[in-house]
């Protein structure tokens, strides 16, 4: 330490300085002011000269309002409960996709199966058809050109055996990855129902969308928030002031008790202010800027909205569209066996060609293809409409995730 001849002397010193400090702080959303306090308890022990000193702040309040200024708080209320709102139902969108990509992978497995059942008749049915075939070709009434043709169909029934239980196999692994599947054995599915109690408009749909997906909600805050860069940018620009007041009290004892009596007043107010003298045009340029990015924001969210109304008028169309189709897949379906059936009665008693077996076997395994595969679209336009809307149309109440 400095000498009174002016010299430095370095002397060791043992003293504790220790403090305790309660505050708040909380800002006003009407005003952007911010209001605070705070309550501080410091002690100060001389160990050298066995010295014990307090300090203490029993209480400060202050309040800080900015003038002319950006108020920020105004416009996170607006925005925040915007974010959350969309997070929340981005949750019950991804919630739903899985529900979409699942419904996939379900069908492609219902498909392979089915494609196998198909495979195991056809197989089974040549069999039985060539073991015919040999009894008349011993008799005279089969051609060889018949005989090798049926050959040709079990053989084809062989192959397609072999391939569909490939495929089924690569489905099954697929639903199993996807869904988390652990327990082994053969995964059997069941034909899902070929309708849904419900009706639905295209604007019923649109209304619920625009309540509930956050894509949704992401327009209305994308303008809220190229709005309030506008709002920040003039706020900024020119004069801006800060007001600030504060009261409290203070007092330093040698004990605890004695450092809360009579404490001395503290008050303070301070207006401060800050000119921008020049900035060439720089300001200006924010503002016109925050301007110009609202008026793209408002144009670019017009398209998607119009975008995203498209998409959900289509897929209400595909719905109804789709409901047609398993309708009428369905009708096929049943002749399309009850040919097969007729015609496999014919051929037994000699009284159709094999060419015309062959294209019976074709129609039947399509129709049983096609059927699958319209029912797989029916489903998965019903799921993409609760993607879209986050809305359960069959017991008419929004979609919620636990």
Known sequence: MLQPNGTVLFQPIHNNNSSLNLSFRQGITATGGTIYGATELQRF????????????????LGYQQPLFQFNKLKWDKKIEPLKYQESRQQFISDMEEV?????????????SQVNYQIAETNLANTKRLQA??????????VSRNEMLQLQLEHLKAEKSLGAAAREMEIATLNLRSYTGLQQPG???????????????????VLEQAYKNNADAIAFIRKVVE?????????????????????????NSATDIKNVYKSPQNQQLVQLQFTIPVLDWGRSRSRTRTAEANLK????????DKQTFSHLVT???????????????????????????????????????????????????????????????????AYYELRYLSLYDFEKNEKITYQ
């Open 99 to 111: 529900a979409v990509k699942a419904s996939m992978y379900f069908f492609a497995l219902l498909k």
């Open 314 to 380: 289509t897929q209400v169309t595909l719905f109804d569209m789709m409901k047609q189709q398993v309708k009428l897949s369905a009708a096929a379906d049943a002749i399309a066996s009850e040919k097969y059936q007729i015609a496999n009665s014919r051929y037994s008693l000699g009284d159709l060609s094999i060419t015309d077996l062959s294209i019976a076997f074709q129609e039947k395994d399509q129709a049983k293809r096609d059927y699958i595969t319209a029912l797989g679209d029916f489903w998965g």
């Open 186 to 204: 053969k995964v059997s599915l069941e034909l899902p129902p070929a309708d849904i109690v419900m009706e639905v408009t295209a604007q019923q």
């Open 45 to 60: 022990d001389d160990f050298d000269r066995n010295n014990t000193l307090y300090n203490a702040v029993p209480y400060t």
């Open 226 to 250: 190229a709005e309030r860069d506008v709002a920040q940018a003039r706020g900024n620009n020119g004069l801006n002031a800060l007001l600030t007041a504060n009261l409290g009290f203070s």
């Open 296 to 303: 793209l924001a408002r144009y670019e969210v017009e398209q």
């Open 132 to 141: 015919i075939a040999d009894e008349k070709f011993a008799l005279g009434k």
